[in-house]
């Protein structure tokens, strides 16, 4: 069974940094695409940026410039640098993965993280 397991949120003032990581673990071939998503109370899930396993990297407009995903293949891990925080930015922080188990089996499957909350005041 693969396990992503997130770490880095807390409360951060506004202007400020963080560094979320994820970090999958388990039985597994390979893993393509890793991503960020988002979720504050009241509101959808939302995409904040992707990755492929090549570094091909997508954000949301709403994180353009101030946010950066990056991985470390060899950790099977993802990273979110989240500079210039906003209030609006508080939600519970997600990351996935989609995986491909087994060499001789291409189907991918998505598997997710418990969250990690950021909340940002002052």
């Known amino acids: 069974q693969v396990q992503l397991v997130e770490s880095g949120g807390g409360l951060v003032q506004p202007g400020g940094s963080l560094r979320l990581s994820c970090a999958a673990s388990?039985?597994?071939?390979?893993?393509?695409?890793m991503g960020w998503y988002r979720q504050a109370p009241g509101t959808q899930r939302e995409l904040l940026a992707t990755i492929t396993s090549g570094g091909s990297t997508n954000y949301a407009d709403s994180v353009k410039g101030r946010f950066t995903i990056s991985r470390d293949n060899a950790k099977n891990t993802v990273y979110l640098q989240m500079n210039s925080l906003k209030p609006e930015d508080t939600a519970v922080y997600y990351c996935?993965?989609?995986?491909?188990?087994?060499?001789?089996?291409?189907?991918?499957?998505?598997?997710w993280g418990q969250g990690t909350q950021v909340t940002v005041s002052s």
């Open positions: 996935n993965a989609d995986v491909q188990l087994e060499m001789w089996v291409s189907t991918r499957n998505r598997y």
């Open positions: 388990g039985t597994m071939f390979r893993i393509d695409i």
